[in-house]
T-cell receptor, first 118, second 114 residues
Framework: GAVVSQHPSRVICKSGTSVKIECRSLDFQATTMFWYRQFPKQSLMLMATSNEGSKATYEQGVEKDKFLINHASLTLSTLTVTSAHPEDSSFYIC??????????????FGPGTRLLVL | GNSVTQMEGPVTLSEEAFLTINCTYTATGYPSLFWYVQYPGEGLQLLLKATKADDKGSNKGFEATYRKETTSFHLEKGSVQVSDSAVYFCALSPRTGANSKLTFGKGITLSVRP
């Protein structure tokens, strides 16, 4: 099956610093990557959708200047949490999918990145 | 808009018991339906999927049938194992178009006792 990796798997940072999370599709080219946030014991909340070479589309209520997304290639997307604060502490999960024949293929998820802001 | 409703949890079963996790959906058109599983501290893994009415998805002993008449996609397993303990998410996605978003249910925690 398709494999998606994330790095780092967990990160601890000081308040006010920025953190970059990478999401890679290892064995397929992802036309679209999605970024989710998951709070403890809750479902996933979609933050943004990104396509290679274009600007990300953010969901309502998600600050695009705080959560910078770059999708530079068909196998790599990055999420940068800028000026992180304790309330940004969460589990961030990416997914990747390919578009084939006008049909969105299955989303494959990365293992997640746990961010703790002190 | 699209929505997915899962039965309330958590669910606790003894090993080898029969499992049913209910999932119903509301959507326009003919969405694809999915079950994802999340083990503690990990991301989501695709468990199975179905893309049209009456399709049955199956994997690792789990099954779910796409029932358009009842707008349901219930997950079943005949004999659960301790290793099946995880959170299970039902989800749907429009079949066509770029950037098709997944709509998730709230998830349900399954605990299997030895």
């Amino acid at each position: 099956g398709a494999v998606v990796s994330q790095h780092p798997s967990r990160v601890i940072c000081k308040s006010g610093t920025s953190v970059k999370i990478e999401c890679r599709s290892l064995d397929f080219q992802a036309t679209t990557m999605f970024w989710y946030r998951q709070f403890p014991k809750q479902s996933l909340m979609l933050m943004a959708t990104s396509n290679e070479g274009s600007k990300a589309t953010y969901e309502q209520g998600v600050e695009k200047d705080k959560f910078l997304i770059n999708h530079a290639s068909l196998t790599l997307s990055t999420l940068t949490v800028t000026s992180a604060h304790p309330e940004d502490s969460s589990f961030y999960i990416c997914s990747a999918s390919a578009l084939a024949g006008g049909i969105q293929e299955t989303q494959y998820f990365g293992p997640g990145t746990r961010l703790l802001v002190l | 808009g699209n929505s997915v409703t899962q039965m309330e949890g958590p669910v606790t079963l003894s090993e080898e018991a029969f499992l049913t996790i209910n999932c119903t959906y509301t959507a326009t058109g003919y969405p694809s339906l999915f079950w994802y599983v999340q083990y503690p501290g990990e991301g989501l893994q695709l468990l199975l999927k179905a893309t049209k009415a009456d399709d049955k998805g199956s994997n690792k002993g789990f099954e779910a049938t796409y029932r358009k008449e009842t707008t349901s996609f219930h997950l079943e397993k005949g004999s659960v194992q301790v290793s099946d303990s995880a959170v299970y998410f039902c989800a749907l996605s429009p079949r066509t178009g770029a950037n098709s978003k997944l709509t998730f249910g709230k998830g349900i925690t399954l605990s299997v006792r030895p």
